[in-house]
């Protein structure tokens, strides 16, 4: 019993498994244009698939298709085309399958068949019936999201006829209000229209319960679905979604079930919506033939509750039909059409002729310009805190030199060394300013409201610099291996008398065999008989063979001594490890933009030819350098033009010169406050193998090896920068 549960699980997660293993992947669409105006698309599948489901629309023309199990592998969403009645294409995907929207200009048959791994289609008069399900009225766009709550109380029924058999309401994981209704019958004729209050949906010649037939408030959701009603009308079922605020909604239908998701905008979108359509205004519907300009405008001032002042030359008569139409852009159509124009001002809204606006507008103005130059003089001390005050007046002085004395040119004056200069278009004609270096301040003499004005542009400029300190940390690595294996022999014979009565006797030390030692080692020979020395002998060092290791850490000698001869021979080794790791870290502090350097190194004597052809002494720079100019972007970021030299002697050439190793790094870089990004590594390896051996005695098999040296090194070199900007806090910035 339990091995047969088992195994119906176990088959049960195979076929799981091998139908997600089976999923395709749509890699590519094309189009193209068939003879009598049609259009045919390609798309291009990694494996098989089965054939699609979909149906078409005719308000607004499209064609819809579903594929089951497939992924989409397109780079892009939409597809724009122009060729027949296509005018474009939208691939969407979502819940393991991928949905094709093909948008017509008008309604138009399709052929679609499969061959092999691609799916062709066909749109235009001469395509035969599809071999795609098909039903009109429909609406169908992106596939939408998981659902975040549970779904308000679904009630089902059913009838014997097309009839909504459930209505559910959820929230989605993005706040959208998903409004999910339950069809008897796939094929109803579904027309659904975006109106004043929210959207509308009619399922045409569908009939809907008594059970169903209310009102559902799902006002605390938090979407921008506030009620929802179920009703039948003469046309047949109706949906009404009471939706509020800025929203965009997507409509698609799966087989019996058609959901609507109601979405709301993001900043982003509202400000992409605003440019694509100015109009924002709540929407309203009129209807009126031949009625009064100025009974319109109270409309809208009614509907709008903004207070409405209309010019008494505003008259005359218009017909109207509008639906659904914001009311700013209804009011705009009005205006428009009777030559008038408005201005707003808080809730207030004036509205009279655009001549006798602009001839308004144009005496305020030569009203205020002669108010101005009446105005009384007066003089305002403004001193300049964080900014130099001549670099910032010279952002406002203007090209033409004017206003008094002392304009478009530069005095002297007092211990502070004042300058006076004209600022142009911010003081006005009469207005002069005089610059004291001494106290970094500006003194200005105009009208109070330029003096204002100038004073407000200071404030605003006028402020603490933002603070960075910018630590760099240059790396430098090193580390290198060496292993010597060699060999010293070292030799000599004597003549002896016949009869063996002497010996041969070593005064020297056998270190010095082995040491170069000048003389080598000096043996002495004696009489047997206790007659005494009777000669001496000096062995030369290395007399054989020296491939010694200079410096060995390790000998093994081995030797030989006899009445009239020696021979020694001596094993040396060396195996050298070392690791070095150079660690340079500047750090400078400056003003957002603003450029600061570090140096830190010295100077290298070294003896040059003189022009007089004598030598003189000259100077290398051997320093660490940094560079650098900030800048803070608005996101609190900050983009770097970075210049790191380190220089250092290796060596001195045969002409006396330093001979330097020289690291530069010149870049600009954006990086986040406090993060630590890498500017340049440099990666060196050198390897070394090599051998000395006494010619044909070295490569004799084994013993060879008392006449061959053996070296092996390797010197690695690794360099890497760092840099990590920190924008510092301060509490005169907050």
């Given at each position: 019993?339990?091995?047969?549960?088992?195994?119906?699980?176990?088959?049960?997660?195979?076929?799981?498994?091998?139908?997600?293993?089976?999923?395709?992947?749509?890699?590519?669409?094309?189009?193209?244009?068939?003879?009598?105006?049609?259009?045919?698309?390609?798309?291009?599948?990694?494996?098989?698939?089965?054939?699609?489901?979909?149906?078409?629309?005719?308000?607004?023309?499209?064609?819809?298709?579903?594929?089951?199990?497939?992924?989409?592998?397109?780079?892009?969403?939409?597809?724009?085309?122009?060729?027949?009645?296509?005018?474009?294409?939208?691939?969407?995907?979502?819940?393991?399958?991928?949905?094709?929207?093909?948008?017509?200009?008008?309604?138009?048959?399709?052929?679609?068949?499969?061959?092999?791994?691609?799916?062709?289609?066909?749109?235009?008069s001469e395509a035969s019936v599809s071999s795609v399900p098909q039903s009109s009225g429909q609406t169908a766009s992106n596939v939408a999201t998981s659902d975040f709550a549970a779904p308000v109380k679904t009630n089902k029924a059913v009838m014997s006829g097309p009839a909504i058999t459930g209505v559910d309401f959820r929230r989605g994981d993005a706040g959208e209000g998903r409004v999910?209704?339950?069809?008897?019958?796939?094929?109803?004729t579904i027309d659904i229209?975006?109106?004043?209050?929210?959207?509308?949906?009619?399922?045409?010649?569908?009939?809907?319960?008594?059970?169903?037939?209310?009102?559902?408030d799902v006002m605390d959701f938090a979407t921008p679905v506030k009620m929802l009603t179920t009703a039948v009308d003469s046309g047949g079922a109706l949906v009404s979604i009471n939706a509020e605020g800025e929203y965009d909604y997507l409509a698609y239908q799966t087989n019996n079930e058609y959901v609507v998701s109601i979405k709301p905008l993001t900043r982003a979108e509202l400000e992409e919506k605003k440019k694509q359509f100015a109009y924002t205004g709540e929407r309203l519907s009129v209807n009126f033939q031949d009625i009064q300009v100025r009974s319109v405008l109270q409309l809208i001032a009614d509907f709008t509750d903004?207070?409405?002042?209309?010019?008494?030359?505003?008259?005359?008569?218009?017909?109207?039909?509008?639906?659904?139409?914001?009311?700013?852009?209804?009011?705009?159509?009005?205006?428009?059409?009777?030559?008038?124009?408005?201005?707003?001002?808080?809730?207030?809204?004036?509205?009279?002729?655009?001549?006798?606006?602009?001839?308004?507008?144009?005496?305020e103005i030569e009203t205020q310009k002669q108010l101005q130059e009446l105005a009384p003089m007066r003089t305002e001390y403004i001193r300049i805190r964080y900014a130099n005050a001549r670099e910032l007046f010279n952002l406002f002085v203007g090209s033409a030199g004017k206003g008094g004395a002392g304009a478009g040119g530069a005095?002297?004056?007092?211990?502070?060394?004042?300058?006076?200069?004209?600022?142009?278009?911010i003081l006005s004609d009469r207005g002069q300013a005089i610059v004291d270096e001494r106290t970094n301040s500006i003194i200005l003499t105009d009208t109070e409201e330029k003096i204002n004005d100038f004073k407000q542009l200071?404030?605003?400029?006028?402020?603490?610099?933002?603070?960075?300190?910018?630590?760099?940390?240059?790396?430098?690595?090193?580390?290198?291996?060496?292993?010597?294996?060699?060999?010293?022999?070292?030799?000599?014979?004597?003549?002896?008398?016949?009869?063996?009565?002497?010996?041969?006797?070593?005064?020297?030390?056998?270190?010095?065999?082995?040491?170069?030692?000048?003389?080598?080692?000096?043996?002495?020979?004696?009489?047997?008989?206790?007659?005494?020395?009777?000669?001496?002998?000096?062995?030369?060092?290395?007399?054989?063979?020296?491939?010694?290791?200079?410096?060995?850490?390790?000998?093994?000698?081995?030797?030989?001594?006899?009445?009239?001869?020696?021979?020694?021979?001596?094993?040396?080794?060396?195996?050298?490890?070392?690791?070095?790791?150079?660690?340079?870290?500047?750090?400078?502090?400056?003003?957002?933009?603003?450029?600061?350097?570090?140096?830190?190194?010295?100077?290298?004597?070294?003896?040059?030819?003189?022009?007089?052809?004598?030598?003189?002494?000259?100077?290398?720079?051997?320093?660490?350098?940094?560079?650098?100019?900030?800048?803070?972007?608005?996101?609190?970021?900050?983009?770097?033009?970075?210049?790191?030299?380190?220089?250092?002697v290796s060596g001195v050439a045969a002409n006396g010169v330093p001979i330097l190793d020289i690291t530069h790094l010149e870049t600009s870089v954006l990086v986040a406050d406090g993060d630590t990004i890498v500017l340049g590594g440099i990666y060196q390896t050198e390897t070394i193998k090599g051998e000395s051996k006494v010619p044909l005695l070295g490569d004799i098999p084994f013993v060879g090896r008392l006449f061959r040296k053996d070296i092996q090194s390797e010197d690695k070199r690794e360099l890497l920068i760092f840099v990590t900007p920190r924008i510092m806090k301060s509490d005169f910035l907050e």
């Open positions: 019993m339990f091995t047969r549960k088992y195994s119906v699980l176990l088959a049960t997660l195979l076929l799981a498994a091998s139908g997600l293993a089976s999923a395709s992947t749509l890699q590519d669409i094309s189009f193209s244009e068939l003879p009598g105006e049609r259009a045919e698309i390609r798309l291009a599948f990694d494996s098989p698939i089965s054939a699609p489901q979909g149906y078409s629309i005719d308000q607004p023309a499209r064609i819809v298709l579903d594929f089951s199990d497939v992924e989409n592998g397109l780079p892009q969403k939409k597809y724009p085309m122009n060729v027949g009645d296509v005018t474009g294409a939208v691939v969407v995907a979502g819940g393991g399958k991928t949905r094709l929207i093909i948008n017509l200009a008008a309604a138009a048959p399709y052929v679609s068949r499969l061959s092999g791994s691609e799916l062709v289609i066909e749109i235009g999910i209704i339950n069809l008897s019958d796939a094929n109803v229209e975006e109106v004043s209050s929210g959207i509308d949906i009619r399922f045409m010649g569908a009939d809907v319960p008594s059970e169903l037939r209310r009102k559902l903004l207070n409405l002042v209309a010019s008494d030359t505003v008259s005359g008569s218009i017909t109207l039909r509008l639906d659904n139409v914001p009311w700013d852009q209804a009011l705009d159509l009005v205006l428009k059409t009777k030559g008038l124009d408005k201005r707003q001002i808080g809730n207030v809204l004036m509205v009279a002729p655009a001549a006798e606006i602009a001839e308004r507008e144009k005496q005095s002297s004056g007092g211990a502070g060394g004042n300058a006076r200069n004209s600022t142009g278009s200071v404030d605003r400029i006028d402020i603490p610099v933002k603070q960075v300190m910018i630590e760099a940390r240059i790396v430098i690595a090193n580390s290198d291996f060496r292993k010597e294996l060699g060999v010293r022999m070292a030799g000599d014979a004597v003549k002896t008398n016949s009869s063996g009565s002497h010996v041969h006797e070593f005064t020297g030390s056998m270190e010095g065999l082995y040491a170069n030692e000048d003389g080598g080692v000096t043996g002495t020979f004696y009489d047997t008989n206790g007659d005494g020395e009777l000669g001496s002998h000096v062995f030369p060092a290395n007399s054989l063979v020296d491939l010694g290791v200079f410096g060995a850490n390790g000998n093994i000698a081995w030797n030989i001594i006899s009445g009239n001869f020696l021979l020694g021979l001596e094993l040396s080794a060396l195996q050298d490890t070392g690791f070095a790791e150079i660690v340079s870290q500047p750090k400078v502090i400056t003003g957002d933009k603003q450029q600061a350097t570090i140096e830190s190194g010295s100077e290298v004597p070294y003896q040059e030819e003189s022009a007089s052809g004598g030598t003189t002494t000259a100077f290398k720079d051997v320093v660490l350098r940094l560079d650098v100019t900030p800048q803070i972007t608005p996101d609190n970021r900050i983009i770097m033009e970075l210049k790191i030299d380190q220089d250092s």
